[in-house]
């Protein structure tokens, strides 16, 4: 029973942090951290992303244009970029570490203790992606909160407003934080049985008839 729910965990850890992990990419490269929306022509659009920023109007469609320098954006963008690329390699690494460490996997499924501690390893890098992911969301919604009631901006001027990559990346950030908790917690619970042991009676088995035999053979 204790196996089972050992698995069990695995599976749900691992499938939670592959979710954030998708989900974080997707955040990255989408051009929707924040929208504006105009009053004075509601029918065009602007979104703004880590790489471009995008307008949106009935007539002729989305038109995209992707930043010219790295160095003139504002700060928060270009450490969300590192920091987001930083949670993108994390997760990926967190995720082979601890497919290598699952107890159903049958690579090196005698070495239990290295399996146990790849397992505590990619948990680690899975939580740690997690919050990497979350400190640059969650600071550009700072900043555009800060921004939309910037008392010194005059009202007739648009606001930027939170995106819809801004809820992704804050899902993504607390899947990877909970997958990789729950890896870690299956990592610490009951050790899983040696192989061993299931190949034991097999061969027990298989030797008593001959060690029956050959007592049979003494006595006669």
Known sequence: MALVFRTAMQSVGLSLSLLGWVLSIITTYLPHW?????????????????????VIQEEVGKQCKDFDSFLALPAELRVSRVL?????????????LSGFGLDCLRIAERQQDFKKRLLILGGILLWTSGVTALVPVSWVAHMTVLEF?????????????????????????FALVLGGSVLQCAAC??????????????????????????????KV
Not at 34 to 48: G, R
Not at 85 to 96: A, R, T, V
Not at 158 to 173: N, Q, S, T, V
Request: net charge negative; with cysteine; proline share 8%.
């Open 34 to 54: 924040k929208n504006l929306n105009l009053d004075l022509n509601e029918m065009e659009n602007w979104t703004m992303g880590l790489w471009k920023t995008c």
């Open 84 to 96: 987001m690329f930083l949670s993108n390699g994390l997760g990926l690494l967190g995720l082979l």
């Open 149 to 173: 009631w910037d008392e010194s901006i005059p009202e007739i001027v648009p606001r930027w407003e939170f995106g819809e990559a801004l809820f992704i990346g804050w899902f993504a950030g």
């Open 189 to 218: 619970s009951a050790p899983a049985p040696l192989p061993s042991a299931h190949y034991a009676v097999p061969e027990m088995q298989d030797h008593c008839p001959q060690l029956e035999n050959g007592t049979a053979d003494g």
